[in-house]
């Protein structure tokens, strides 16, 4: 009985080390596709959809071509989710700086979420910062809607915010303290 205990035991070990090195490896910086359930992943086969996450250290900046051919310049400690399907391409702007010159594509919307904000653009390029404190949204080429991020349970509740357009030139600037106190 012993020698099966123990090859049982290395075996313990060997998968605990397997699941320390993989969640290791899961918080470095960087590009990193993620991983579907067994759930997601025929419902991602049926739909082309995928998913990857870009990040950058401090005193870094990269440059991302998207799928779509939609560039993303993450500026220094800064982090991005990108999720495209069929229908939707959307990025998720988790923190830091991001510059987007989006590939014109009126058939799937580019929406960039921010804060409590969503972003919509097609064919278009402007420049997102959002941290603890606050938004700011520079429009350089074409338009873009911006309109509240409704949280689930609360899309009943009238909106508190209006959708807001912008043209060239033009900025949006939005202060957490706002949200907070609305």
């Known amino acids: 009985l012993r020698p099966r205990w123990r090859s049982a035991g290395w075996a313990l070990v060997a998968v ?28 991602a086969a049926d739909s082309a959809a995928w998913q990857a996450r870009h990040a950058t250290d401090i005193g870094e900046q990269r440059s ?26 959307s990025v998720r702007l988790l923190h830091g700086q991001a510059f987007f010159e989006v590939a014109a594509d009126a058939t799937r919307p580019f929406v960039v ?9 097609v064919g278009t390029a402007f420049d997102v910062r959002v941290d603890d404190a606050s938004l700011h949204l520079v429009m350089v ?5 911006v309109d509240p ?8 509740l009238p909106a508190r915010k209006e959708r807001v357009s912008l043209g060239v030139g ?13």
């Open 16 to 43: 605990v080390a397997l699941l320390a090195i993989g969640t290791w490896i899961g918080r470095l910086p960087g590009e990193r596709p993620s991983v579907p359930s067994l759930a997601q992943s025929s419902a």
């Open 64 to 89: 991302i071509e998207l799928d779509d051919g939609s560039l993303v310049v993450l500026n220094t400690d800064s982090a991005i989710t990108v999720n495209f399907s069929g229908a939707l391409r």
């Open 113 to 121: 979420t921010a804060g409590d904000r969503r972003i919509t653009a």
């Open 141 to 145: 080429e074409g338009r873009v809607d």
């Open 149 to 156: 991020v409704r949280r689930i349970g609360l899309d009943r």
């Open 170 to 182: 033009e900025q949006f600037k939005e202060n957490v303290q706002d949200n907070i106190e609305q």
